[in-house]
């Protein structure tokens, strides 16, 4: 799933890791992408992950199934494609839960990226 953001790479993870920590998510790392390329003397476009999770909602799902866990914690990416703003891209909860034959109640969890998403772009 993607949706624009109308501020840059940096602002946009900036929104989208105070929404996660504002809601009892731990923020676990934010990987640099272009910032990786530039130090192998390469380059790419500005491109960050928000690695981030809740341990009371994700383990309940690593209980039941684990092989979710190769998909836990939940990752958003955040990139400039060249247009204004940035792209901010993360995974359908649908497709994770049918990946893993998970019921529909207990998709929840995965659908937080959306909802943090929602939020920080709603800062703007």
């Known amino acids: 799933m993607t ?7 940096p602002e946009t993870v900036a929104a ?6 504002q809601h009892g998510a ?8 272009a910032a990786a390329a530039q ?18 909602a994700g383990t309940p799902l690593m209980q039941a199934v684990p092989e979710v866990a190769i998909d836990l914690p939940l990752r958003v990416m955040v990139r400039d494609d060249g247009q204004p703003g940035s ?8 497709y994770v839960g049918d990946r893993y034959d998970l019921p ?6 995965l659908a937080a ?8 772009l709603e800062q703007a």
């Open 39 to 56: 130090a192998a003397g390469m380059s790419m476009p500005a491109t960050q992950v928000i690695i981030f999770g809740n341990p009371k």
């Open 16 to 21: 989208i890791r105070s929404q996660a920590e």
């Open 104 to 109: 529909d109640d207990q998709l929840t969890p």
């Open 87 to 94: 792209l901010v891209t993360w995974q359908d909860p649908a």
């Open 113 to 120: 990226p959306e909802h943090l998403i929602a939020a920080a």
């Open 26 to 33: 731990k923020v676990i790392a934010v990987v640099d992408h």
């Open 3 to 9: 949706r624009r953001s109308e501020r840059g790479v």
